[in-house]
């Protein structure tokens, strides 16, 4: 296996466990804490997708792959146009 | 809804989401509904199942090299252009024609995944585990079959295959389902990429779609934080399992559960909004 994929699996690997502790905290404990571990959940599920794609960009840069690389950039704008205009409206 | 009744559901159909490469949004939306929770309610939280459901399945798909990202990353931009172009435009049309307008796509979809027989793409004796990777440079790869068998694809006909992605990021721009269920049928049967990389690669770039439009729903100020955080959960785990699913079962076998999965969807879309 690719290393940086390698690298990337564990990365999710550690954000899924993560997110399902944030999760549990979100949903079985009452109070301010229970709120905040549920939002961080939120934003967990939110930026991961986002991290995975900002990596292979990074990782398709780096192994000279420069056409999916761009590729990887134009969808992040795009995310961020989107995001932007979410936000805006 | 009863809590206990959620996070079952979210289970459920984050399963049946990372087995098929559907997103669990298409399913856990209507049961919502049906169940009494608004529309309105329901949406967000069939995001968070698809968002929860794709990070399940994330590390076990890296890991057994089955999704194509270079595919996911050159559809998804189209997809999310057209989603966000359908966002914008929504209201447009009535939501009880675009609900018979979905189911329509769904029959057709399953209608398509059903009529094939056997594998299209044939194992090849000269690959081994070593090849098993997606190619740089190009939309193709090999996967892994079974234990000993490899298979070679190249995605085909990628302009009609780029037509598709568009339609399901429009129509889930203007429908805020995920359009997995679009999505796996148009990679498979129309650019020919084996089911099971189809639906994982599915599973990957529905995440990217659901962040989206989760971002959209956190604006309206439309997350009720602890009904989010208990699908997530369930999503989280039935994700897991949907994705070990996937690895173990014959695709035909993952055709056919995912054609009467889209029969169900369809009947049940055009049924709701007669």
């Not at chain 2, 794709?54 to 057994?64: D, E, N, V």
């Amino acid at each position: 296996m690719i290393p940086s994929m390698q690298r990337l699996a564990t990365l999710m690997q550690v954000a899924l466990v993560a997110a399902f502790v944030l999760a549990l905290g979100g949903a079985f404990v009452p109070g301010a804490v229970g709120r905040i571990s549920g939002v961080a959940c939120v934003a967990l599920l939110i930026s991961a997708p986002i991290l995975r794609v900002l990596w292979l960009t990074v990782a398709w840069a780096r192994d000279g792959d420069r056409r999916f690389a761009a590729f990887g950039l134009v969808l992040l704008a795009v995310l961020i146009l989107g995001s932007a205009l979410a936000f805006l409206k | 809804m009863n809590p206990v009744a959620l996070a079952i559901a979210a289970f459920i159909t984050a399963a049946v989401g990372a087995l098929g490469g559907l997103g669990g949004a298409i399913l856990l939306v209507p049961i919502l509904v049906l169940s009494g929770v608004s529309a309105r309610d329901a949406a967000p939280l069939g995001l968070i199942s698809v968002a929860a459901g794709s990070l399940a399945a994330a590390p076990h798909q890296l890991r057994s090299r089955v999704v194509n990202h270079r595919l996911g990353v050159s559809t998804e931009i189209i997809s999310s252009i057209a989603a966000l172009i359908g966002a914008l435009a929504s209201g447009v049309i009535g939501q009880s024609a675009l609900a018979v307008m979905l189911g329509v796509v769904a029959l057709i979809a399953a209608f398509f995944g059903a009529r094939r027989k056997g594998i299209r793409n044939l194992p090849d004796p000269s690959l081994t585990i070593a090849d098993v990777a997606e190619h740089s440079g190009s939309l193709s790869g090999v996967y892994q079959l079974d234990e000993t068998e490899f298979v070679a694809y190249r995605a085909r006909r990628v302009p009609f295959g780029l037509l598709g992605m568009a339609s399901a990021g429009l129509i889930a721009g203007l429908s805020g389902v995920s359009g997995g269920f679009i999505k796996t049928p148009t990679t498979s049967e129309i650019m020919q990429v084996p089911v099971k990389v189809a639906a994982a690669t599915t599973t990957f770039t529905v995440g990217i779609t659901s962040a989206m439009a989760l971002l959209v729903y956190e604006a309206q100020g439309r997350i009720v934080i602890s009904d989010a955080a208990l699908v997530a959960a369930a999503a989280l785990v039935g994700g897991t399992v949907g994705a070990r699913l996937q690895a173990l079962l014959p695709p035909p076998l993952v055709r056919r559960a995912l054609s009467v999965v889209l029969v169900i969807i369809g009947v049940l879309l055009i049924l709701r909004n007669r």
